[in-house]
């Protein structure tokens, strides 16, 4: 058989990336000779995270639109061709057998280049809303897997697959990680541990919470880990001198911090959610405002209706959540049935049934 080669795009952040890097790892069980090559946005995080997951990566010159009038608004047309033409010429000397674009502003020249060349392209759209970038490449792809129900509204219901979203392998079972967790990040045993992630970038209004927040937690005697994103590590990184807290710009290890944690706040992008439901840890959903059809509160509301988690609107965080966190920490068999909800929604095998989409459309 023939050596196969796959390109996956995807970035800008870790909801974008790391479905790719799982899929990437799944081809690779199954197809140990297989080329690999990613191509994500020049200045964007994945220049750094696939490279440390083990894989090439090439960058475009690319971004999106702004919503305002900006000076990289006007660069935006001449960043198109300049990607385009660059997608066009590393798809000429990888010639790839099948391309898999996850989402983000890389995926868009890529995907589009390689249907122009009759090379199969999937889709994976890991939201209960999709970006604009992958409606606009649903008409030429070939498949789409989708990881929520009723997308036909954006999408060819012929081309779309129910598959879930990708998610690392190595959470799958964490419960027998805990010690080797506990002692990784030095917690306390006989501590809760409350684990606040805002997303890889970092979440403004979670991080002003968590601050104001902290002498409550300190007194419940909880330990925090608090992912508070690249963005604001500078302003929150004196945190790190009080007891039992720990401030980290990105969390590597994201598989020991679920296992090390007894309680999670976290925003409710596509991933997020997606590991939430296979770690099964209890769980304070606080979507962000401030995306495309508000569908975190939607990712976060299916999760709700199946009594599988606790969602705060940012809007009634002053009001609502001392009250409701102070319950969720002293109530073991609230923390229970939402760990038993929640994971009855996991959908463990989304890798592998994407691969298997892939596998299909390789001639």
Avoid at 153 to 182: H, W, Y
Avoid at 208 to 230: H, M, P, R, S, Y
Avoid at 263 to 289: D, M, N, Q
């Amino acid at each position: 058989m023939k050596k196969l080669k796959f390109i996956l795009s995807g970035g800008g952040t870790g909801g974008h990336i790391y479905p790719a890097v799982a899929i990437a790892n799944e081809l690779k069980s199954r197809f140990p000779d297989a080329e690999f090559l990613f191509v994500g946005a020049k200045d964007k995080m994945e220049m750094q995270k696939v490279p440390q997951a083990g894989y090439k990566i090439r960058g475009l010159w690319i971004a999106g639109l702004q919503r305002r009038l900006t000076f990289d608004n006007t660069l935006f047309p001449v960043k198109l061709i300049t990607s385009l033409l660059k997608a066009r010429r590393i798809i000429a000397e990888f010639k790839p057998d099948v391309v898999i674009g996850t989402g983000g502003f890389a995926s868009g020249p890529l995907l589009q280049v390689a249907s122009f060349a009759g090379i199969p392209s999937v889709i994976q759209e890991q939201n209960s809303y999709p970006g604009i970038t992958n409606k606009l490449l649903s008409k030429k792809a070939n498949k789409i897997c989708v990881a929520y129900e009723g997308l036909e509204r954006f999408f060819p219901k012929d081309k779309m697959v129910l598959t879930g979203n990708p998610v690392r392998q190595d959470l799958i079972d964490i419960d027998s990680k805990r010690a080797e967790a506990l002692d990784y990040f030095k917690l306390d045993p006989n501590k809760k541990t409350l684990l606040v992630l805002g997303g890889s970038l970092g979440a403004r209004r979670i991080n002003q919470l968590i601050a104001k927040e902290v002498v409550g937690f300190t007194a419940q005697d909880v330990q925090v880990i608090w992912q508070c994103g690249k963005l604001y590590f500078d302003e929150y990184e004196s945190f790190n001198e009080k007891e039992n807290i720990q401030v980290l710009a990105f969390i590597d290890r994201m598989d020991l911090v679920y296992a090390a944690a007894d309680v999670v706040i976290s925003r409710a992008g596509a991933s997020s959610v997606s590991e939430l439901c296979i770690v099964g840890k209890p769980t304070i959903f606080i979507p962000s405002p401030n995306v495309a059809e508000d569908h975190q509160t939607k990712n976060a509301q299916a999760i709700v209706d199946k009594g599988g988690a606790i969602l705060i609107r940012e809007s009634e965080l002053d009001t609502q959540f001392t009250g409701v966190f102070n319950k969720l920490v002293s109530d073991e068999n609230l923390q229970r049935n939402l760990s038993e909800n929640i994971k009855k929604l996991a959908k463990v095998n989304a890798t592998k049934d994407i691969v298997e989409e892939i596998i299909k459309l390789i001639k």
